[in-house]
C-alpha cells in the first residue's frame, strides 16, 4: 500500500516497484481513513508512505496502523534528511529519501523479503500458556516450559517507553507526559515525532506478543493491555500481602522463599528517575518481611539464621541503622568483638557516603562496649 498525498509521487513510486521486484500494489492514496480502509490492513503486508503530510504526520499514521497490524513493515519516504536521521538509527532501513534512486529502493525491497521470510520461521508461542514478564533487576519474558528469544529493543528510548507504560499498567498516559519523561529538552514538535518513531518502533519489537501485550491508542494518550500475562513484582507483592502470620516453622519456611523471590530490586539495572520511589517502596516491604524474619529466628535461638537475614537487609539498605545494630548486639552477646567493630565500620562507612552520622543511641551504645572490652 501506497501512501503519500502528492499523486504522481504515488504513480512514480508504482512504477519503480515494479521495475524491480514482483510487488502488488493494493491501494494507492493520498490520505488514509482509519475506519474508511480499515480492510486494507488486514492484506498488506508493507506500507510505503511519505512522513510529511498536510492532514495527518507520517509517524503518527504509521503508529495508528500498527496498532491495528502489528506485523506491518513500514517504510517512510521522505524529501528530508533530518526527518530520516532523526526518526531512525543507522541500519534501521524504514526509510527512503525522495527523489528515489533506483538502487536504494532495490536495497530497501530486499530487506524487506529478508523479514517477511524471518517472520514466517518465527516459532509459534505455547498455546494457553501465561506469558511471565520479569522486571526484578532486568525486564525479561518467559514461558513456563519454553524460554523465549531474546527481545531486542530498538533504541533505548523504545524499550524506556515500554516499561513506563508498564509501570502504569491498564492506565491511559497522555502525549505530553510520555515527551516530559522521555525528552523533556526537546522542541515539542520535534518530541512528538520521536514519540510516534517509539510506538512504531515499540509495537515492532512487541510483535511476536502481540497475543499478550498491546499498546492502544487512548484518550490523547496510550496505554498497556495485558492478556494471559503475570509480573513477577505483582504476583510477590500479593503473596506477600497474603502471608500468615509468624508464628511457627512451617510460616518461617514460607517466608523466607517468599523473601528469595526478591531476586533484585524493582528494575534494578536501569536508571530511571521515575522507577526510583517505587523501587524504594517494594524495597522498604522486602526489608520489613526480612526483619520479620530475623527477629523470629533471634527469638526462637536460630542465631546463625538471624544472623544471615540482618546481613542480607545490610546489602539492600547499607545504611540501615537498625539492621547493622542488631548485628552488633548479636555478635556483642557471643563476645565477637571483631564482628562488633567490623559492623560498626561498616554502618560509619555507608552512611558518611550519604553525608549523614551514626545515631546518639548507636554510638553511645558502641562507645560503651568499646569500654568495657577494654576494661575487660
Not at 529519501?97 to 529478508?114: A, C, G, S, Y
Not at 528510548?157 to 491511559?172: D, G, R
Not at 523473601?259 to 524504594?280: C, K, M, P, T
Request: aromatic share 12%.
Amino acid at each position: 500500500m501506497l501512501i503519500d498525498d502528492e499523486p504522481l509521487a504515488l504513480d512514480y513510486l508504482e512504477l519503480q516497484l515494479q521495475k524491480i521486484s514482483d510487488v502488488e500494489v493494493i491501494a494507492k492514496l493520498t490520505y488514509f481513513d482509519i475506519e474508511k480502509h480499515f480492510s486494507l490492513l488486514e492484506k498488506v503486508q508493507v506500507v510505503f508512505m511519505d512522513i510529511e503530510m498536510p492532514r495527518k504526520n507520517g509517524l503518527e499514521l504509521a503508529e495508528q496502523l500498527l496498532e491495528v497490524n502489528s506485523s506491518l513493515l513500514v517504510v517512510f519516504v521522505t524529501a528530508y534528511q533530518e526527518y530520516a536521521l532523526r526518526a531512525f538509527e543507522l541500519n534501521a532501513l524504514d526509510y527512503i529519501m525522495k527523489p528515489l534512486q533506483l538502487d536504494r529502493l532495490k536495497v530497501t525491497l530486499e530487506r524487506i523479503e529478508t523479514k517477511l521470510q524471518a517472520q514466517l520461521k518465527l516459532q509459534p508461542l505455547p498455546i494457553g500458556e501465561p506469558l511471565q514478564i520479569n522486571v526484578f533487576g532486568d525486564l525479561t519474558f518467559s514461558f513456563q516450559n519454553k524460554d523465549l528469544p531474546n527481545i531486542k529493543w530498538r533504541t533505548s528510548k523504545s524499550q524506556e517507553l515500554f516499561l513506563y507504560l508498564l509501570h502504569n499498567l491498564e492506565k491511559s498516559t497522555h502525549k505530553t507526559e510520555l515527551i516530559d519523561i522521555l525528552w523533556p529538552e526537546m522542541e515539542e514538535e520535534k518530541a512528538f515525532q520521536q514519540l510516534y518513531t517509539a510506538i512504531y518502533h515499540t509495537r515492532k519489537t512487541l510483535h511476536p506478543l502481540r497475543e499478550y501485550l498491546s499498546i492502544k491508542n487512548q484518550a490523547g494518550g496510550y496505554k498497556l493491555l495485558l492478556q494471559n500475562s503475570r509480573i513477577d513484582i505483582i504476583d510477590w507483592e500479593q503473596m506477600i500481602q497474603a502471608a500468615p502470620p509468624l508464628q511457627d516453622k512451617t510460616a518461617a519456611e514460607k517466608y523466607e522463599n517468599m523473601v528469595r523471590l526478591y531476586s533484585g530490586s524493582y528494575l534494578q539495572n536501569y536508571d530511571y528517575i521515575w522507577v526510583e520511589a517505587e523501587r524504594y517502596r517494594l524495597d522498604q516491604l522486602w526489608i520489613k518481611t526480612a526483619y520479620q524474619l530475623a527477629k523470629w529466628y533471634e527469638e526462637n535461638d536460630e542465631i546463625e539464621k538471624a544472623e544471615t537475614w540482618y546481613l542480607k537487609i545490610c546489602s539492600i539498605s547499607p545504611e540501615d541503622e537498625h539492621a547493622h545494630f542488631s548485628l552488633m548486639k548479636l555478635y556483642a552477646t557471643f563476645n565477637y568483638g571483631v564482628l562488633v567493630d567490623h559492623q560498626y565500620a561498616q554502618l560509619k562507612k555507608a552512611l558518611e557516603r550519604l553525608d549523614l552520622s551514626i545515631s546518639p543511641l548507636i554510638e553511645n551504645w558502641y562507645m560503651q562496649y568499646r569500654h568495657k572490652s577494654t576494661i575487660l
